[in-house]
């Protein structure tokens, strides 16, 4: 996992002073894990941290705001000493500056990291089960610790800004780009309407299994996924079926894709970005279901590189042959695409934002700086986006 470097939060904690937000989508980061807040395992609703961006609308109540995510009704509440993200009641999140950071301050408790729940190793879950990397739980403190309790809150705007810093040594996070790029519990909506599923020339519903359900798992260990079956005892036509997103809006450049989906090999499956193709796990036995698939999906990591031109889009498509002869089992998975800016040279990234607003700068890793000071930086301001050096 990359994690980032951050400045010390826990030396410029302010006096609390109550922050402004323009409502708007938002990520949250924490600086001291460098991870975005997130949903979870068990029922896909205990508040995580993660690799995975995953956008927040954020509308003001009050002096605070109410932060809602793509799962059930997608409150952030507080219970039993964690928080999770399917609250029926929106209840107000406070922001209280610290720095150039933020304390956030849930039913009377701080939003902070759990220092003792790294789920990657933890003996009673397993995130390799549920295809995940590094996960944290995010529990109530009393008061603010630190860089445990500080977290960015970044909007569209500056996770695009941030790109200017890329180059292919340090490549920066792009998955926003893409809508429900992840797979997630109690997301199912949030999945059907991003990606679009042609099944037999028609546009059909995925198939969301979760692991919990199919002997290979506690439910403890639910991931969820999408799942897609054509087989001809069932029906199939012989032809092609397509799952795609297209994207627009995206910097012109080279990415690398970082994703894992896994395919039935007795029919080929072409993974496509623009007209790079790419290949996923091909399965070599015969019999491609839900307990093999969530496995190798857990197990396989696949890459791929491709460019996006001067239009800023993005197509990704699966095309899945599917056979139609007796006994045909046309079958394959997908769980995430993680996306991956690395640069343009000679060219900038263009931002929709006010010509005349103030400068904003960012370090090489991406991250937004309050007062730059010795070393390297990304100044961007209104669409100019440019390298300067700081002494």
Same mark, same amino acid.
């Given at each position: 996992?990359?994690?980032f470097?951050l400045?010390?939060?826990a030396a410029?904690?302010a006096?609390?002073a109550m922050a402004?937000?323009t409502p708007?989508?938002?990520?949250v980061k924490n600086v001291?894990?460098?991870m975005?807040?997130n949903?979870?395992?068990?029922? %896909?609703t205990?508040?995580v941290?993660k690799d995975?961006?995953?956008?927040?609308?954020v509308?003001?109540?009050?002096?605070g705001y109410l932060?809602?995510?793509?799962i %059930?009704?997608?409150y952030i509440?507080? *219970?039993?000493g964690e928080?999770?993200m /399917?609250g029926?009641?929106p209840v107000?999140?406070?922001?209280e500056?610290?720095?150039?950071?933020?304390?956030i301050k849930l039913?009377g408790?701080?939003l902070?990291?759990? *220092?003792t729940k790294?789920y990657q190793t933890d003996?009673?879950l397993?995130?390799?089960?549920?295809?995940e990397?590094?996960?944290?739980t995010v529990n109530?403190?009393?008061?603010?610790v630190?860089?445990?309790?500080?977290?960015?809150?970044?909007?569209?705007?500056?996770m695009v800004?941030?790109?200017?810093s890329?180059?292919p040594?340090?490549?920066v996070e792009a998955?926003?780009?893409l809508?429900?790029g992840?797979?997630?519990v109690?997301a199912?909506?949030?999945?059907?309407s991003s990606?679009t599923?042609?099944k037999? %020339?028609?546009?059909?519903e995925?198939?969301?299994?979760?692991g919990g359900?199919?002997?290979?798992g506690?439910?403890s260990?639910k #991931?969820?996924?999408?799942?897609f079956?054509? /087989?001809?005892a069932d029906?199939?036509v012989?032809g092609?079926?397509?799952?795609y997103q297209?994207?627009e809006?995206?910097?012109?450049?080279?990415?690398?894709?970082?994703?894992r989906?896994v395919?039935?090999n007795?029919t080929p499956?072409?993974i496509?970005?623009?007209d #790079?193709?790419?290949?996923?796990?091909?399965?070599? /036995? =015969?019999d491609?279901?839900?307990e093999?698939?969530?496995n190798?999906?857990a197990h396989?990591?696949?890459?791929?590189?491709?460019?996006?031109g *001067?239009?800023?889009?993005?197509?990704?498509?699966?095309e899945?042959t599917i056979s139609?002869? #007796?006994?045909?089992?046309?079958r394959?998975?997908f769980?995430v695409? =993680?996306?991956y800016?690395?640069g343009?040279p000679?060219v900038?990234v263009?931002?929709?934002?006010?010509?005349n607003?103030?400068?904003v700068?960012?370090?090489?890793q991406g991250?937004?700086?309050?007062?730059?000071?010795?070393?390297?930086?990304?100044k961007?301001?209104?669409?100019?986006? =440019?390298k300067v050096?700081?002494?």
């Amino acid at each position: 996992m990359k994690k980032f470097l951050l400045l010390s939060a826990a030396a410029c904690m302010a006096a609390g002073a109550m922050a402004q937000l323009t409502p708007g989508e938002y990520y949250v980061k924490n600086v001291e894990t460098g991870m975005f807040l997130n949903e979870g395992f068990s029922w %896909g609703t205990l508040a995580v941290t993660k690799d995975y961006p995953m956008p927040f609308e954020v509308t003001a109540d009050g002096d605070g705001y109410l932060f809602k995510s793509h799962i %059930g009704n997608g409150y952030i509440k507080a *219970e039993n000493g964690e928080y999770y993200m /399917d609250g029926n009641d929106p209840v107000p999140a406070y922001l209280e500056q610290a720095g150039e950071y933020y304390n956030i301050k849930l039913g009377g408790k701080y939003l902070t990291i759990n *220092e003792t729940k790294d789920y990657q190793t933890d003996e009673w879950l397993s995130s390799l089960n549920m295809c995940e990397t590094l996960l944290y739980t995010v529990n109530q403190g009393e008061a603010p610790v630190g860089d445990k309790s500080a977290w960015q809150i970044i909007s569209r705007a500056e996770m695009v800004a941030a790109l200017a810093s890329a180059t292919p040594e340090n490549p920066v996070e792009a998955s926003f780009f893409l809508n429900a790029g992840e797979i997630q519990v109690n997301a199912n909506n949030w999945s059907q309407s991003s990606w679009t599923y042609i099944k037999n %020339g028609e546009k059909a519903e995925i198939v969301f299994p979760d692991g919990g359900w199919f002997g290979h798992g506690e439910w403890s260990n639910k #991931t969820t996924y999408a799942w897609f079956c054509n /087989d001809a005892a069932d029906g199939a036509v012989a032809g092609t079926d397509v799952v795609y997103q297209d994207v627009e809006g995206m910097p012109a450049g080279n990415y690398k894709a970082v994703y894992r989906v896994v395919n039935q090999n007795n029919t080929p499956l072409v993974i496509k970005f623009n007209d #790079t193709e790419a290949a996923p796990f091909e399965y070599e /036995d =015969s019999d491609l279901w839900y307990e093999s698939a969530q496995n190798s999906m857990a197990h396989n990591v696949k890459e791929a590189s491709f460019t996006v031109g *001067e239009d800023g889009k993005l197509s990704l498509r699966m095309e899945k042959t599917i056979s139609a002869e #007796t006994d045909a089992q046309n079958r394959f998975a997908f769980k995430v695409f =993680s996306l991956y800016y690395l640069g343009n040279p000679g060219v900038g990234v263009e931002v929709a934002l006010d010509e005349n607003a103030p400068a904003v700068y960012y370090n090489m890793q991406g991250v937004r700086v309050a007062n730059p000071s010795n070393g390297a930086f990304i100044k961007v301001q209104g669409k100019n986006a =440019s390298k300067v050096i700081v002494k």
